[in-house]
Each structure stands twice: as C-alpha cells, then as structure tokens.
C-alpha cells in the first residue's frame, strides 16, 4: 500500500507533509481550481491507452506496463490476506476499481497528477491479474504437493 500511494501520487519523490497541507488548504478554499483540474483530466475511455500504443515510446510503455504491474500486488494481497477466504475475482475488481479512484482523485485534490479513467481502466486490470496469477500459482503449487505426496 504505501509503495502504491508512494508511487501513484509522489512518482517516487519524497513525501513532504507540510506541502501537501498547503496544497489542500489552498485548493479547498478554491473549488473552482480543483474544478478547472477535473476539467483538463481525461474522461474519455482508452484515449490515453490509444495515444500511448499510436505513438510508443519508453515513457508510454513504462506508464502503460506499471500501472498495470503496480496493482498486480494489490490484487494478490487482497486474496492473500483476507479473512473471507471467498474472495473473487468481483471482489478483487471493485476493490482495485475504489482504490485507483480514490488515488486519482487525491492526485486533483492535491494538484499532484491529472485524473485519467485510463488508469483506472490499467490498475483495475493489474489488481485482477495480481488476483489470477496468485490463483494460478497456489493452483500449481498444490498440485505440486498432492503430485510429490502420490509419489
């Protein structure tokens, strides 16, 4: 969780408490800033994924490639540790889908990023996919065992 916030919201910069202090101070006193902000973010489905793909470059295939790897993590954690050993897929879906909202909106709130529905379209995906390999992988591994133990 904190390398997720560290890198979503601080793109591996220090986290200075007292700017973002200011920063919510100043932009809670100015809704229209944060509106203006909101505004200038893309809410328009897999126009940022389409940009990157038309024009490839390191920085494109990086922001496209870790937003997903960066909530494939999430999405093993959530199986890994959850009390409700019924976790799904759906469930992993809309908890990956409520987190990536939430960053985005701190990243206008905070006027520390651009509000982008493409990343929430890439870190849902990841946190899905973290949820499928870590199933995938308990899978293999138990039928490792099982196969070792008829052996």
């Not at 809704?31 to 203006?36: A, E, R």
């Not at 940022?48 to 997903?68: C, D, L």
């Not at 799904?88 to 987190?99: D, E, F, K, M, Q």
Request: overall charge positive.
């Amino acid at each position: 969780m904190y390398a997720l916030f560290k890198i979503i919201l601080f793109k591996f910069n220090s986290i200075d408490i007292s700017f973002l202090w200011d920063q919510l101070q100043r932009n809670l006193g100015n809704t229209d800033y944060i509106l203006n902000r909101l505004q200038s973010g893309n809410f328009t489905v897999f126009e940022t994924i389409s940009n990157y793909i038309q024009r490839p470059s390191i920085h494109n295939i990086i922001n496209i490639f870790g937003n997903i790897l960066i909530f494939m993590p999430f999405g093993a954690f959530l199986l890994l540790y959850s009390k409700n050993k019924g976790m799904t897929l759906i469930n992993v879906l809309a908890l990956s889908l409520s987190l990536s909202l939430c960053l985005e909106c701190l990243q206008v709130v905070f006027t520390i990023g651009a509000f982008d529905v493409d990343d929430l379209i890439l870190n849902t995906f990841g946190g899905c996919m973290g949820c499928i390999f870590f199933k995938l992988c308990h899978r293999i591994l138990k039928f490792r065992e099982w196969h070792f133990l008829q052996s």
